[in-house]
């Protein structure tokens, strides 16, 4: 377990949480007294390695769609089992690892190679600690974050406290349980949303499930079974419109229980905006979440992007899930190459066969049940990552 210390002296340097047993203070070193940069040149037949965004090195071959047979590796550095490779233009986002294998990484890449007994798992995890994510920014060559250029030079004159190294073993060995138990949990997700997506085609494209020889179907143009509106925006330029009790629901927040932006009555009575009561099936017509389709969780006016769809008697969470599964064939067929945005008449055209109401209640039953099961298996995700971002916070100087 972890336990609380703090520092009684103001000139030591002690973190909010530690292990039992461990209470001397942290010491204060230079980076580059403890790492070397490693700047010997590879050959081309070396195993060429990669670091990703969420910290690993990986073998490049691994990494799907890498064609690596046309560069030119005349340049590239060598690793070793063992070494602390990052991204010079990445660090900054957590681009950094401990390569577990021999091979070799394009320029781009800073290599450092151990001076001392040191833990190279508890240096990774403290190279992406906000406090020393800060000293890099202000020792980087660059001025933006897209310029950002973190080499050996810059990094090997900042100083950083440490603990003795069975403390930083027994801290690297902790975070390293919990990212793979976040790794875990988000190829679980993965896996949910995949076999979600799998059992709605069966559903609605096959109708090999959850339907019966008794199931009676209807064809239906959902513009002849549907009440439709869409609303409008008010004038961004009178404020008067604007910082109200109304929530103003635009495209990307289909999916969320609040929103940016809020209307005041004036900016409700005097546009086009309109209002949609918590419940109402909303689908977005244009930008980036085209064709995204929910439930609405709040009262709220809607702007011209949205679509509220209010069904006559087929089961709003029904045709909710009969739109999600058909998203991309909506997409595919009416916005050519991705460009353009759905349209009210788009919707209302769309063809479909819809059984009985008590088929469609199994339907929403049973995928509602799924959703609940892929929704809990996201909040223990996000609660993992928010336990880990808490430690990072209080494990390091």
């Known amino acids: 377990s972890v336990g609380k ?13 530690r292990f039992p047993s461990f209470d001397e203070p942290y010491i204060l070193h230079r980076i580059g007294d403890i790492y070397a940069e490693r700047s010997e040149r590879g050959a081309a037949d070396m195993e060429l390695l ?11 071959s691994e990494i799907e769609g890498k064609d690596n047979s ?12 063992g070494d602390m490779v990052y991204n010079s233009m990445r660090m900054w986002q957590g681009a950094n690892g401990v390569s577990s294998y021999d091979g070799i ?24 600690n906000y406090k020393l994510i800060n000293e890099f920014r202000k020792n980087s060559q660059g001025m933006t974050s897209d310029t950002w250029n973190l080499k050996y030079p810059q990094i090997e004159t900042i100083k950083v406290y440490l603990p003795e190294v069975a403390e930083q073993e027994k801290v690297a060995s902790m975070l390293v349980t919990l990212d793979k138990r976040i790794a875990a949990q988000a190829t679980l997700v993965e896996q949910l949303k995949k076999y979600k997506r799998g ?11 959850l339907f019966s020889e008794t199931t009676k ?64 099936l909303i689908i977005a017509l244009y930008g980036a979440t085209s064709g995204e389709v ?79 099961r892929i929704n809990s298996s996201i909040m223990l995700m996000e609660n993992l990552i928010t336990l880990r971002s808490g430690l990072m916070q209080q494990l390091f100087i």
């Not at 869409?230 to 927040?253: C, H, L, N, Q, V």
């Not at 439930?295 to 709003?316: E, M, T």
């Open 105 to 128: 990484v394009s320029p781009a890449y800073t290599v450092l190679t151990a001076k001392v007994s040191i833990c190279n798992e508890y240096f990774a995890a403290l190279f992406k």
């Open 217 to 280: 179907w209807k064809s239906v143009r959902l513009g002849d079974e549907c009440t439709f509106f869409s609303g409008g925006t008010p004038k961004s330029t009178d404020s008067s419109f604007y910082g109200g009790a109304i929530p103003f629901i635009r495209s990307g927040e289909i999916h969320s229980d609040k929103t940016e932006l809020f209307l005041t009555d004036d900016g409700l009575k005097y546009s086009s905006a309109k209002m949609v009561s918590k419940g109402d």
């Open 70 to 81: 046309s560069e030119d590796k005349s340049n590239y550095k060598v690793v070793r089992k």
């Open 50 to 60: 990669s670091v990703t965004m969420n910290g690993g090195v990986m073998q490049r």
């Open 294 to 372: 929910d439930i609405s969780k709040i009262d709220g006016a809607i702007n011209q992007a949205i679509l509220c769809i209010r069904p006559s008697w087929i089961n709003k969470v029904y045709l909710k899930y009969l739109l999600e599964d058909r998203k991309d064939d909506i997409l595919n067929t009416y916005l050519q190459g991705g460009q353009g945005n759905l349209s009210a008449e788009i919707i209302k055209n769309l063809i479909f066969d819809i059984p009985d109401e008590g088929s469609q209640l199994v339907v929403v039953d049973f995928l509602n049940t799924m959703d609940r």
């Open 199 to 209: 059992v709605m085609r069966a559903i609605f494209r096959d109708k090999a499930i």
């Open 5 to 17: 210390k703090t520092s009684s002296n103001g000139l030591e340097k002690r973190p909010k949480l």
